[in-house]
C-alpha cells in the first residue's frame, strides 16, 4: 500500500466511525476485492430508549426497594401529577374489513354518535349484529338469523352498546371482548373499528400487554401512570380525528377485555386517575423495554439523557448477511462497509448511532438509526461492530 494510500484511509477514519472488514485478494492481482459475507452488531437495550425503561422501573422497584412514584420521578424528572378522567377511542387494528360484527346478546343497542339517540337491538334467532357503511354517510344495522338482513339505518356514525357486561367482536383473525362501545367510524379510507371504553379499563387491556402483570407492584404501578398518561396526551391531540390511538406498539398494545389481570388491575386502582403533567397538560411519557444503561433525549424538556444505573442493559448480538443490504437496496451493488456517521455521544460505545451509512461497489444508502434499527430488526441504536 503507497504512503499517498495509507494517508486517505487515516484521514477517513477521524473524519468518521467506519466499520470496515478485510478483504481476501482476488486471484488475479488487478481484480477488486470482495466485500464481507456478513456484519455482526453487538448492542445493548430494546426500543428507542427514551422515558422510562420497563426492566429498569422493574429492577428499582424489586432490587431497590423504590416506590412507583420515585420511578416516575427518575424517568420524568420534575412533571407533577394531576387527574385524568373520561373515555379514550382506541383504533382496533385486527377488525380490517369495514365492517363492525358483534355476537347478540341482551341488552344490545345501537347508538347515533353526533346525536346520542340509541335505540334498543333485539331479534328472534339473531346470532349476530352488524354495523356496515351506507348510502351519504349513514351506517345499514343488520342482524344475522337464517340470513343476514336490515334492521334500520342510522345516519351519520353508529355504535354497538350493552348494557353490562361486554361486547365479542368477530375480527377476521377471531374473537376478542372488549368493554365500552364498538364504533363504526368514518376514516379516510373507508371505515375502521373504533373501542370507545373508559380510560380506566382501558387501562386494564394495556399494563399486563405492555409489562408482566406479576413484576413488583410498584413497577407495575408505575407503567399503569406512564400508560395513562400517554393515552390522556394523545387524546388531547386528537381532536377531530376518529380515533385518539391504535392498539400496536405503534402506539400501546391493548388487548380489550380478555387481558385482564388481578394483579394489574390492582395497580390500576391504587394509582387511579394519575397521570404526570407538564405545563398542566398530560405529558409525552414514552417508554420502551430497556434503555441499555442509558435514557436518551430529545428535544422535550423532560426527556433527558442520564445513565441510568437501574436498567439491566439488556445485551444482544446479531449477525446481518451482505445479502441483507444488497436485497434491501440493490443500488449498492456488492456490499463493502457499515459507515456510522454521528452518535448521540451518551453511554459506552459513544452512544446510539443517529445516522449511519450502507456502502456498497456502486452506491451508497444513508439512514437515520432507528430508520436502520427498524428496516434490519435491530433491538435498539445503541450498537458497534465486532
Partial sequence: MTSTRIRTLLAGALSFAVVTFPASPTASAGA????????????????????????????????????????????????????????????????????????????????????????????????????????????????LTDRWRPVRTVPGEAELRASRGALALLTPSGVTRYQGALRSAVVSDGRATVNVVRLEAYLRGVVPREVPALWHPEAVKAQAVAARTYAAYHRARSKGDPYDLCDTTSCQVYGGLDDHHAASDAAIRATAGEILLAGGEPAFTEFSSSNGGWTVASEIPYQVAKQDGWDPVNPWRVTLRATTFERAYPAIGDFRRLRVLRRDGNGAWNGRVLRIRIVGSTGTKTLDGDDFRIRFGLRSTWFRAV
Fill in 32 to 143: 477488486a476485492l470482495a466485500g464481507p459475507s456478513s456484519v455482526t452488531l453487538e448492542g445493548r437495550g430494546y426500543g428507542h430508549g427514551r422515558g422510562m425503561s420497563q426492566y429498569g422501573a422493574q429492577e428499582a422497584a424489586s432490587e431497590h426497594a423504590r416506590t412507583y412514584r420515585q420511578i416516575l420521578g427518575f424517568y420524568y424528572p420534575e412533571l407533577p401529577l394531576g387527574p385524568a378522567p373520561g373515555t379514550i377511542r382506541v383504533l382496533i387494528t385486527g377488525d380490517s374489513d369495514g365492517d363492525v360484527v358483534v355476537a347478540s346478546r341482551r341488552g344490545l343497542s345501537v347508538r347515533q354518535v353526533a346525536t346520542g339517540d340509541s335505540w334498543p337491538l333485539h331479534q328472534d334467532g339473531a346470532k349476530r349484529w352488524r354495523l356496515a357503511p351506507a348510502v351519504g354517510g349513514a351506517t345499514r344495522v343488520s342482524v
